[in-house]
């Protein structure tokens, strides 16, 4: 008989900020530290900016948007998501790297939704639970802020992260190709999912 474990969800605080940075570049599958490789110094690596960046205050990656799930005192996983505008207008998408255009194209489709940007478990940890108690704290938030629908991208190569998000109610609504960059481990299509709150 398998003894249940204790998972402590709480509020992310900037201390936090190197484990989140790497959770959320192997949620994101590496597009995260594409990213911020294009904005560090010369002498910078790209998780270190990234570090800086979860630390901040401002933008989605800030750590003010995301909870942490620790299994005694360890990191061991991560939800990153907050209430996208009431607007469908993804802005100008010309500004933005053609790598995350897809991805602003398909959130634009669920305004006013509850959005997982990213959540990941700490590979050392999976199978315990703690992907799932972060997806029942991502209901729970959605259900406070008032949303009616919660919502993920997810690449459709993804299938077992897929598979996951339809067994837990989710449904496909739309999608868009995959912009390659390097590193990207997949081709085909992002896959907007939503579900009810």
């Given at each position: 008989?398998?003894q249940a474990?204790?998972?402590v969800?709480?509020?992310?605080t900037?201390?936090?900020?190197?484990?989140?940075?790497?959770?959320?570049?192997m949620?994101?599958?590496?597009?995260?530290?594409h990213?911020w490789?294009?904005?560090?110094?010369?002498?910078?690596?790209?998780?270190?900016?990234?570090?800086?960046?979860?630390a901040?205050?401002?933008?989605?990656?800030?750590?003010?948007?995301?909870?942490?799930?620790?299994?005694?005192?360890?990191?061991?996983?991560?939800?990153?998501?907050?209430?996208?505008?009431?607007?469908?207008?993804?802005?100008?998408?010309?500004?933005?790297?053609p790598?995350?255009?897809?991805?602003?194209?398909?959130?634009?489709?669920?305004?006013?939704?509850?959005?997982?940007?990213?959540?990941?478990?700490?590979?050392a940890?999976?199978?315990?639970?703690?992907?799932?108690?972060?997806?029942?704290?991502?209901?729970?938030?959605?259900?406070?802020?008032?949303?009616?629908?919660?919502?993920?991208?997810?690449?459709?190569?993804?299938?077992?992260?897929v598979?996951?998000?339809?067994?837990?109610?989710?449904t496909?609504?739309?999608?868009?190709?995959?912009?390659?960059?390097?590193?990207?481990?997949?081709?085909?299509h992002?896959v907007?999912?939503?579900?009810?709150?």
């Amino acid at each position: 008989m398998s003894q249940a474990i204790d998972i402590v969800v709480r509020r992310a605080t900037p201390e936090d900020a190197r484990p989140l940075a790497e959770l959320m570049n192997m949620a994101g599958e590496g597009l995260p530290a594409h990213l911020w490789s294009q904005h560090c110094g010369p002498d910078e690596l790209a998780l270190d900016f990234g570090t800086r960046r979860v630390a901040g205050t401002e933008g989605g990656f800030s750590h003010v948007n995301a909870r942490v799930a620790e299994v005694g005192r360890r990191v061991a996983g991560m939800l990153l998501g907050y209430r996208l505008p009431e607007s469908d207008d993804p802005g100008d998408l010309d500004q933005c790297p053609p790598v995350v255009r897809p991805l602003l194209e398909l959130e634009a489709l669920a305004p006013g939704s509850w959005y997982v940007n990213a959540v990941a478990t700490d590979p050392a940890c999976r199978g315990q639970g703690v992907g799932t108690r972060l997806m029942a704290e991502a209901e729970a938030l959605a259900r406070d802020s008032g949303a009616a629908t919660l919502s993920l991208i997810v690449a459709e190569g993804n299938a077992g992260a897929v598979r996951l998000y339809e067994r837990l109610g989710y449904t496909r609504l739309a999608h868009r190709p995959v912009e390659p960059y390097p590193g990207c481990s997949h081709n085909g299509h992002y896959v907007l999912m939503t579900r009810a709150v």
